[in-house]
């Protein structure tokens, strides 16, 4: 049985078969937008014949089926044995999946233990390893780059940061001298990454001494680049994370009227993080400001914002305040 209908109503229709407690575990990895979407379709849904219910179970294992073939043997891997397993069935189910599924180049590569892959890549040429590195989650390249020397980590920091769109043979052929190094199997499809963007979210899951040992560098070579990198790196809302010590901390060094400003349109939690480390007075003497403001500009809220993530930085800097970055051992009392 085909079924004829659109993806949230066959999300809708398998929330509804596998009942309330299982369909609570599923909701819960998706976004508010996708759970709403659902929730529209399962009141429109009424009661499910028996054999939708059946061909929908079908379908999912199928899926399922095909997604763990892809990311243990591949894409031709899966086609071959799902043509194999269902005839003309496994070419369409293994389409419909390649249709939704954008398989990110060196995707083989986060089956590696980083300690593993920092020994193959540590002879390898910067720009390679950049290459790399840029297509991997954040977490697991600065694993990777903290295993690195200095001057390595601060050569292919610069090429990251400065990477451009890459041709897709130049990828193909990368993957495939790494895949032959590694003996597996695997094939890609292209999209452009790298720049001050990845650099930044590398460098925020790295520990403290790896980041400044790189940007040191960075700014030797290039000081407006290693700027671009630090500015992505911790932004006004990330105050929320900081603990309440360093929040009083900052609070002692920044501007009432800068603070007001920046305090314009912020999330709750970085609203309550602030006030909760102000006495009473001093809070509603700037939720009394904030008030007074009215409406203001956007270029002049985001000004007063970065004032205070300049003295978040240096507070840093001179140790007064502590940030939370990965790789780090968390401190106790």
């Not at 590398?202 to 700027?227: F, G, Y």
């Not at 203001?296 to 993530?309: F, K």
Request: net charge negative; glycine share 4%.
């Amino acid at each position: 049985m085909t079924l004829d209908m659109r993806p949230e109503q066959k999300a809708a229709a398998l929330v509804v078969a596998v009942g309330a407690e299982a369909a609570a575990e599923i909701l819960q990895y998706l976004t508010e937008e996708e759970v709403e979407a659902i929730a529209v379709e399962v009141a429109k849904i009424g009661r499910l014949h028996p054999e939708v219910v059946e061909a929908l179970m079908e379908e999912v294992a199928q899926q399922l089926a095909a997604e763990r073939l892809l990311a243990t043997g591949g894409i031709d891997y899966a086609k071959e044995l799902l043509t194999a397993w269902e005839s003309h069935r496994g070419q369409e189910i293994i389409e419909r999946l390649l249709a939704d599924l954008s398989v990110s180049p060196f995707s083989f590569v986060r089956s590696i233990e980083p300690d593993a892959l920092i020994h193959i890549l540590k002879d390898e040429h910067p720009q390679t390893v950049a290459l790399i590195l840029a297509y991997q989650t954040p977490g697991y390249a600065a694993e990777v780059i903290r295993g690195f020397t200095p001057s390595m980590q601060a050569e292919v920091a610069f090429r990251m940061a400065t990477m451009g769109k890459t041709s897709p043979e130049v990828i193909r052929r990368v993957e495939e001298a790494l895949q032959e190094r590694l003996g597996s199997v695997s094939s890609a499809e292209v999209t452009v990454r790298g720049g001050v963007e990845d650099l930044a979210a590398v460098l925020n899951n790295t520990d403290r001494t790896t980041e400044r040992a790189i940007l040191e560098r960075l700014a030797a070579v290039d000081p407006e680049l290693a700027e671009r990198v630090r500015a992505l790196m911790f932004v006004f809302e990330d105050i929320a994370s900081l603990d309440d010590r360093s929040i009083q901390q900052v609070l002692k060094h920044v501007d009432t009227k800068d603070l007001a400003y920046a305090m314009k349109g912020v999330s709750n939690e970085v609203r309550e993080a602030v006030l909760r480390n102000m006495s009473q007075r001093a809070s509603e003497s700037l939720l009394e400001e904030i008030e007074l403001l009215g409406a203001v500009r956007r270029s002049d809220v985001e000004a007063a914002q970065s004032r205070i993530v300049a003295v978040v930085r240096r507070l840093e800097e001179e140790g007064e305040i502590i940030i939370a970055r990965g790789g780090e051992t968390e401190l106790v009392e």
